[in-house]
T-cell receptor
Framework: GQNIDQPTEMTATEGAIVQINCTYQ??????LFWYQQHAGEAPTFLSY??LDGLEEKGRFSSFLSRSKGYSYLLLKELQMKDSASYLC??????????WGAGTKLIIKP | NAGVTQTPKFRVLKTGQSMTLLCAQD?????MYWYRQDPGMGLRLIHY???????AKGEVPDGYNVSRLKKQNFLLGLESAAPSQTSVYFC????????????FGEGSRLTVL
């Protein structure tokens, strides 16, 4: 079966750094997405990784290791507005997206 | 730029009633998807379409039907609603040349009593 694992919930402090991990076991791999979803809203695109390594985009960075089936999303200089769920999704061999259940990130002042 | 628009945003149904959710996109995207999102679970694919006039089953298609008569519209139908279909439904689309990024509608919250 195909499986995406993420922590259910994480808590961090405003101004700090947090790393959200995602491990996957899928039939094939054609890329990994991170999406942000605020409560009651639609998911919005954050990043896409298809090659190993770190992709940096402002305060957010995403890392991929295909050999380990592992990715993380790194959020720096946390702001209250970063409180949201973060969804990891893998593109499998049939180019379908397999979604993790999401990590709810709570930011405290 | 409207992007992906879903209607209705909220609906309450009684068991056995039927309804249709409409998704419209103005980005000329080839691929369109219907997902459901339930607490503690990832987005689950119901049906999808890779072009006008084509549809395919996703992970959880039972109890739903879809149609893609026009490229910009993707309809999701529930013929006989059941309480297990209480969920938030998201429509999404993407273009062929995109890096796979999905653009989502705002969601439709459906309650079946």
């Amino acid at each position: 079966g195909q499986n995406i694992d993420q922590p259910t919930e994480m808590t961090a402090t405003e101004g700090a750094i947090v790393q959200i991990n995602c491990t996957y076991q899928t039939s094939g791999f054609n890329g990994l997405f991170w999406y942000q979803q605020h409560a009651g809203e639609a998911p919005t695109f954050l990043s896409y990784n298809v090659l190993d390594g770190l992709e940096e985009k402002g305060r957010f960075s995403s890392f991929l290791s295909r050999s380990k089936g592992y990715s993380y999303l790194l959020l720096k200089e946390l702001q209250m507005k970063d409180s949201a769920s973060y969804l990891c999704a893998v593109v499998d061999s049939n180019y379908q997206l397999i979604w993790g259940a999401g990590t709810k990130l709570i930011i405290k002042p | 730029n409207a992007g992906v628009t879903q209607t209705p945003k909220f609906r309450v149904l009684k068991t056995g009633q039927s309804m249709t959710l409409l998704c419209a996109q103005d980005m000329n995207h080839e691929y369109m998807y219907w997902y459901r999102q339930d607490p503690g679970m990832g987005l689950r694919l119901i049906h999808y379409s890779v072009g006008e006039g084509t549809t395919a089953k996703g992970e959880v298609p039972d109890g739903y039907n879809v149609s893609r008569l026009k490229k910009q519209n993707f309809l999701l139908g529930l013929e006989s609603a059941a309480p297990s279909q209480t969920s938030v439904y998201f429509c999404a689309s993407r273009g062929v040349r995109d890096a796979g990024e999905l653009f989502f509608g705002e969601g439709s919250r459906l309650t079946v009593l």
